[in-house]
């Protein structure tokens, strides 16, 4: 979804898709498939974020944790940056 992340960059890229209804969801299903292009379109938001953020939805959204589903009402998601020492092969 974010083809201009890098796995060298501490930042988490976020990349949201507004659902207005199934065609929508299968045009920009078409975009990412195609190329980055989905950047551009009005139904798309994107940014990186670079500090420890709260995602929070106070909608009823339909979810997946550890592979069960669940309905809730309201999501309340932290988000932090940690550094874990991956072993990364010398690029050319």
Not at 22 to 30: G, T
Request: contains cysteine.
């Amino acid at each position: 979804m974010a083809p201009d992340a890098s796995i060298t960059e501490p930042n988490l890229k976020l990349v949201l898709f507004r659902r207005k209804n199934l065609f929508q969801v299968f045009a920009n299903l078409l975009t990412v498939i195609l190329g980055n292009c989905h950047y551009k379109l009005k139904s798309v938001y994107h940014t990186t974020m670079t500090n420890d953020f709260d995602l929070i939805v106070n909608s009823r959204q339909t979810a997946q944790v550890d592979g069960q589903s669940m309905i809730l009402d309201c999501f309340h998601v932290k988000f932090s940056h940690i550094s874990y020492p991956f072993w990364l092969p010398e690029s050319k």
